[in-house]
C-alpha cells in the first residue's frame, strides 16, 4: 500500500508530483530544491546555503513521516556545476555521519528554476 506524505514545513511540489512516498517501509522523497517555505524562494547565497535548505526540506519530509536521516539509505545529489560538488559535499557531511547512505552525485545541464543544486532521497523504516 503506498502513502502520500507532505510535511507544511517543505515547499510544496511545483508540479504533478507528491514530497514523498511511503510504500512498504520505504519512503521515497522527491528531489528537494533550496525553497525556503516562509517566503517561496530560494535561501540567499550559494551552493552551500542552497544546499543547507534543500537538506533541511528533506528533514521536514522525514519527520513528517516519523523517520530521520539516520533512517536515509540512498541519495541523489544534483549539481547545476560539478564544480560545486566540494562545497555541497562539505554541507552534506554535517546531515549524514557515521553509517552515510549510498550516494550519486553529479551535474545536469540546468535544474528547476535555476537551482544550483537538488537532492533526493530513499529512506527505510
Partial sequence: MKKVINSPKAPKAIGPYS???????????????????NTGKFVEGGIKEQTEQSLKNIGYILEEAGLAYANV???????S???????MNEVYAKYFTGECP???AFAVKDLPLGALVEIEVVAVK
Fill in 19 to 37: 514530497q514523498a512516498i511511503e510504500a512498504n517501509g520505504t519512503l521515497y522523497i522527491s528531489g528537494q530544491l533550496p525553497v525556503d517555505v
Fill in 73 to 79: 539509505v540512498k541519495t541523489t545529489c544534483l549539481l
Fill in 81 to 87: 556545476d560539478i564544480a560545486n560538488f566540494a562545497a
Fill in 102 to 104: 549510498a550516494r550519486a
